[in-house]
């Protein structure tokens, strides 16, 4: 049954525990606040199918194979003759769910443009990613945008830009306040050993080549000769196919006194709440970094590199509590983590009190879907196109 806004089918290309996931929970959270029933496809049964189906959403699962760079000549052969078999169980979905729109949750899924097409729907693309693996893919992208997409919603300026000649505009994804929180702080320390009155700087993401892991742990002997009660953390699991990677990172973390390779957690609002300062050391442009802004929703000092959405998420808050560090320079990074660490010891109450900094937002989602379902003149009328 539609609620009274509508149905939108939402094709989403992973069934991870990463960021886009997490952003589509909330997302979803949010549209059926509002009143969106939300059909979400996902290629297999995905980690966070509880919490999805507590948000009001209904599941479905169509196999689809990945954009990937690594993929080799026979996977994508594979992907062609496998992508109209796809796009057949999608419309099987759509004739069920009759959505009021279709969406994509990703700039690599290339089925729900077809599906919305051939239902005569239409299309919300979501652009979660800045595209520097491959050029081909981007201009590919880029014309399926300005050719199908009735709209496309950007994770930030920085992916909008990307994407010229489309009708694009900018949904920063807002982290729950309730659940990101400094009230959180001193749980995740007494489950894990840590003390609680020692300075801990912690990263957390999946693990791949290009989210810079190893450049905090390059600056970890920087930053102890200076603070030697420093501790650190490190939380995330690793990406399908960055396995052996994430060994190695973790096996040079072991060498290191007082850090900890936490892999997969799923308590990260208390992890990310009992920190005294974040790093998102990214190498690659960041597209929004979800992370970091959950990190500043529980109040905590960040170090962020200087390009992709960092920045435009940071200008909203002060110098002294977080700063920009160009890529791949581990001594500016630890230079930045010692100017945000506490001069003198943490503590759990210290942490709670620290005030969350929840970002603005021009747009939400509910408007722009609404926009959609009224028609052109409406879509012209929101703030970025």
């Known amino acids: 049954m539609a609620g ?52 009001g959403a209904v ?16 996977y994508w052969l594979g992907y062609v003759a496998a992508w109209p078999i796809a796009v057949l169980r999608l419309m099987s979905i759509a004739r069920r769910s009759r959505p009021t729109v279709v969406a994509s949750n990703s700039l690599h899924s ?26 081909a893919a981007l201009q590919l992208e880029r014309w399926l945008c300005r050719h199908f997409a009735d709209v496309v919603i950007a994770a930030s300026r920085p992916v909008a830009d990307q994407l010229a000649g489309s009708r694009v505009v900018v949904v920063h994804d807002v982290p729950d306040p309730t659940e990101f929180t400094p009230a959180r702080a001193g749980k995740f320390r007494a489950v894990s050993g840590i003390p609680d009155d020692v300075p801990l700087i912690g990263s957390a993401g999946r693990i791949d080549t290009w989210k810079g892991f190893e450049i905090l742990l390059d600056a970890v002997p920087s930053i102890q000769s200076v603070r030697k009660d420093a501790y650190f953390v490190i939380a995330g699991g690793a990406v399908a196919g960055k396995e052996a990677f994430a ?4 096996r040079r973390a072991d060498q290191l006194e007082n850090v900890y390779w936490m892999g997969e957690r799923q308590d990260m609002p208390e992890l990310l709440a009992d920190l005294d300062v974040f790093v998102l050391a990214s190498t690659e442009p960041e597209p929004f970094g979800s992370v ?8 905590v000092p960040c170090v ?13 808050f002060s110098p002294e509590i977080s700063r920009l560090v160009p890529p ?22 210290s942490r709670r009190l620290r005030p969350a900094q929840i970002m603005s937002r021009k747009t939400t989602f509910d408007t722009v879907y609404a926009a959609v379902v009224r028609g052109p003149q409406d879509i012209e009328k929101l703030a970025d196109i």
């Open 4 to 55: 009274p806004r509508g149905r939108i089918m939402i094709v989403h290309p992973n069934a991870e525990r990463g960021g886009s996931d997490y952003c589509l929970l909330r997302m979803v959270r949010e549209l059926s606040s509002m009143g969106w029933t939300c059909h979400v496809v996902t290629p297999s049964r995905s980690p966070l199918s509880t919490e999805l189906l507590q948000a």
């Open 59 to 74: 599941l479905h699962v169509v196999p689809m194979r990945r954009i990937t760079k690594s993929g080799s000549a026979l």
């Open 110 to 135: 290339w089925y729900a443009w077809a599906v919305a097409l051939l239902t005569r729907k239409p299309l919300v693309w979501h652009a979660r990613e800045i595209v520097v693996q491959s050029s």
């Open 247 to 250: 060994s190695t990172l973790a």
């Open 292 to 299: 970091l802004a959950e990190a500043l929703a529980a109040g």
């Open 304 to 316: 962020a590199t200087d390009h992709g959405g960092s920045p435009e998420m940071l200008a909203q």
């Open 328 to 349: 791949r320079d581990q001594k500016a990074l630890a230079e930045a983590v010692l100017a945000l660490l506490p001069a003198g010891a943490s503590s759990p109450g």
